[in-house]
């Protein structure tokens, strides 16, 4: 098999300039996230970073890039509608796939309103592509879009999978498996415990951790935390390697939320994977620097 590359970046927050929220917006839970985007998110999160992040990754030529979510702040349409012509900036659809983030969730948006608008990068190859979790097969590659966004209540940020969803994805999982494919799961919240406080953390994640027991999967990676992560859960033969991003959009003021996207060289190895991660962190010049490189050595499925 030729090298695939992979680029991950997540939780974009764009930028809010010129939207203000009218009186009933300040009425549901948007007006307190719009509040703390005033207050304090607008000046941690800058398009510029975004721009130059893009700019880094184009650089690389990423056969295929994932987005694990967050893309807007609070879930208005007018977010939605602007976030096509930052998503097109990154690649046509099919080389960019895209899980919802709870802040796409914020509140209960009309379809065609609010997610509805990406579509064209949350579709699968398959006979049902709007379905989560939906499947993207690249070569020897299979992304797996799982949705963890769910509309909560006020100073909550959980996630849920549900029962339909992991029943799905653990048969997706098996049959993936059995063409000996390299399954990556894309989605916003972490499966590990502890990455995040309860209020902030996926639900279900005990049962989606059974799943990953059970069917397996080559590596996972998620946003949410705004912080840079290796954690592992159990899969039927190992560990599964779960990798976390901080937010693409971060300043450099505080170096463990400074934006940060992660690309990875996935190779077949005889009965192996063999996963090259080089770590792309802003630094205060404004520019990408290479802070961590490493190998991840993962066993095949038929192994
Ligand atoms: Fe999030």
Do not use: C
């Amino acid at each position: 098999m030729t090298r695939f590359r992979l680029a991950h970046l997540s939780d974009l927050h764009l930028p809010m300039d010129g939207l203000p929220l009218g009186p009933r917006g300040w009425l549901s839970k948007r007006g307190l996230s719009h509040l703390s985007w005033q207050l304090k998110r607008r000046k941690r999160h800058l398009g510029s970073v975004l721009k130059s992040m893009f700019a880094d990754i184009a650089a690389t030529a990423p056969g295929h890039i994932a987005v694990t979510g967050d893309i807007t702040n609070t879930a208005r349409p007018e977010e939605f509608q602007r976030s096509i012509d930052w998503l097109s900036q990154l690649g046509a659809p099919s080389d960019v796939t895209l899980v919802p983030g709870n802040h796409d969730a914020l509140v209960t948006v009309a379809h065609d309103d609010g997610q509805g608008h990406w579509q064209q990068w949350m579709r699968g190859d398959g006979e049902d592509p709007s379905a989560f979790p939906f499947v993207r097969l690249r070569g020897r590659i299979a992304l797996i879009g799982v949705n963890t966004a769910i509309a909560t209540p006020v100073f909550r940020a959980t996630g849920k999978i549900g029962d339909a969803q992991l029943s799905r994805l653990e048969k997706i999982l098996a049959n993936l498996g059995a063409q000996d494919l390299f399954r990556v799961i894309l989605m916003h919240h972490p499966v590990t415990d502890g990455l995040q406080p309860g209020r902030k953390a996926l639900i279900d994640r005990a049962e989606m951790q059974q799943v990953l027991k059970r069917a397996g999967a080559e590596m996972i990676l998620h946003g949410h935390t705004h912080r840079a992560s290796l954690t592992s859960v159990a899969g039927p033969k190992g560990p599964i390697a779960v990798i976390g991003v901080p937010s693409a959009s971060g300043t450099a003021r505080h170096v463990e939320h400074a934006a940060r996207w992660h690309l990875y060289d996935i190779d077949a190895d005889g009965a192996n994977w063999q996963v090259q991660v080089s770590a792309r962190r802003l630094a205060p010049d404004d520019k990408f620097h290479d802070i961590a490189d490493y190998t991840l050595k993962i066993p095949s499925s038929r192994v």
